[in-house]
């Protein structure tokens, strides 16, 4: 377990790459130029893989983007497996229920708008109610296509996933975590959404890292403030905590991958033990983690905090860096929600940025 | 409490067993006061020729994982289905008396979970058959015999997502799917050909590269033939397309789009068992 001291004595790493951390830098793009990167939709695609090799219950299912999510590699190694169901993602998904009443694993993969909207109704009726053994697993999460625009981009996959009963939720930042995820949801009894990046996003993590479905992982200590951030925003919540650093300022960060069940005992414990939170994600922030956390702090524990998400708005095509920074997203946008909490905490104070 | 009825029965005895069916159904939906009677009674002779007859279905043990499927995907007619589970035996009949009232295992669309024998939890239409056709692939991977039958109505097939499964099905080759439709002309609305035509249905279904029978859905020996030459068919699904009444066997209830979904009054039920008690000893 990695766990190293950085060179602001405030504040502590733990399972962060040690060589990722030199590269956070002070602005949203600074880890995706010199770090590794890679979109979690192809994590999946190899975790997938592997997990086909040990498990002989486990199918995957396609709605002709496995060329896209190279789930292809999957049908190629396991062809009697796969199953391409062409341009048709309710039939796809109602028929991975059906398939889950036999015993098997479906890892039926799609688009998050596609699985969350189109699909909606046999994702709810023919998934979830019944509890089957379900896995959906969702890229384009967010708005991460940013170059696709608005239809492809699944900025509402968290909010409506989290309000359907006996769902499991899952959102993670990078491939190590995210391919943690994919094994861990075929031993979760029932279903789990899964919720990846299109766009390459910074390899953070080493697979060391304590992946639990519903426990949320510090990744950095900090006393001043938390953000909780999931997917492709603990990046961005990095960043934002290493520019505060600058300023003198610990602030923790919370890779929250679970949204459903939430960890609402690291929440509290973050509450009780920074005083001011603030939420990242690239969900909206209406339903997702922001909503989330704002639950079970409003009812156990109301203390400042902000929610950084997309508003009240639907994004554009653009390149995912500079969709992010008009869209509010960016570590510099998270980092003035960190100060600006931190100034509504009793005693708190703000410091400006530069 | 009755013995379970046993299976393969005679025509003459699924006759009976179907207007004993009917009978179930005008009880539950009358105690129950809410439910839909006219697409339960235009399904119940094809129903009770599945689980009398031709389907291999043991009711002390509905998970066994080599036993035919039976999915009603137009989930609200699942008195029919009710009717024929505690028939069988998979519950005590008693339990019908509690139709959509809480705590029930009958639920108002039919819940896997919570009722023995129901294979798909079936209620938004045109998921069934997906689902289906799931349960016919995993046959086909698992190199299992079991045989998978969906009844469909004649107003689902508006749905997309029916013809999204239909052209998997084929694609698939999946000579262990039948699906019945259930074509009784009439839907919530109105006659389906005002609501929403879906003739020509056979061509339909033709063009979607199934083996497609028609037979008239209320004739024993010509369900009973369709359904078991069905499980002969190789290479790829068939659909037996079963011409019905909506509400067959009760006169007033017949071709009468407001039966859909509204329960008798007792007066009304009252005529309605007459009706059906007749029929048992035609």
Known sequence: MASITHRVETSAYHYVRPEVIPLLGLDTHDPFAAAFQQATRYAYAEAILELGEKNPDVVVLDADVSKSMNTYKFAERFPERSFNFGVAEQNMMAAAAGMATTGLIPYASTYAVFATLRALDQVRNSIHYPCLNVKIAASHGGITPGPDGVTHQGQEDL???????????????????????????????????????RDPVPILFDMDYPFEIGRAVTIREGCDA???????????????????AREGLGVRVIDCHTVKPLDTQAILQAAQETGAIVTAE???IYGGLG??????????????????GVRDTFAESGPYLEIIKK???????IARAVQQVIARKEGGRSRPLR | MKMPQQAPMS??????MAAAIRRDIIHMITVAQSGHPGGSLSAADIVTALYFRVMRVDPHNPDWPDRDRFILSKGHACP???AALAERGYFDKSHLDTLRKLDSILQGHADMKKTPGVDMTVGSLGQGLSAGLGIALSGKLRRKDYHVWVVIGDGEIQEGAIWEAAMAAAKWKLDNLTAILDLNRLQNDDFVAVTMPVDPAAEKWRAFNWHVVEIDGHQMPEIVAALERAKTIQGRPTIII??????????????????HGKAPSPEEAQRALEELGQSIRR
Request: proline share 4%.
């Open chain 1, 159 to 197: 909010s409506i996933m989290r309000s359907i009963a006996n769902s499991t939720v899952i959102a993670t930042a990078d491939s190590p975590t995210t391919q943690l995820a994919v094994w861990a949801a075929a031993v979760w009894e029932g279903p789990v959404y899964l919720s990846f990046s």
């Open chain 1, 226 to 244: 938390t953000i909780i951030a999931n997917r492709d925003m603990v990046c961005q919540a990095l960043v934002a905590a290493e520019r505060l």
């Open chain 1, 282 to 284: 690239s969900n909206v």
């Open chain 1, 291 to 308: 909503s989330a956390v704002a639950e079970v702090l409003v009812e156990h524990h109301p203390i400042p905090m902000q929610r950084i």
């Open chain 1, 327 to 333: 869209y509010g997203l960016s570590a510099q946008h």
């Open chain 2, 11 to 16: 025509i003459e005895e699924l006759q009976a």
């Open chain 2, 80 to 82: 029919v289905w009710y």
């Open chain 2, 242 to 259: 079963a011409h019905t009444v909506k509400g067959k066997g009760v006169s007033f209830m017949e071709n009468v789009a407001a039966w």
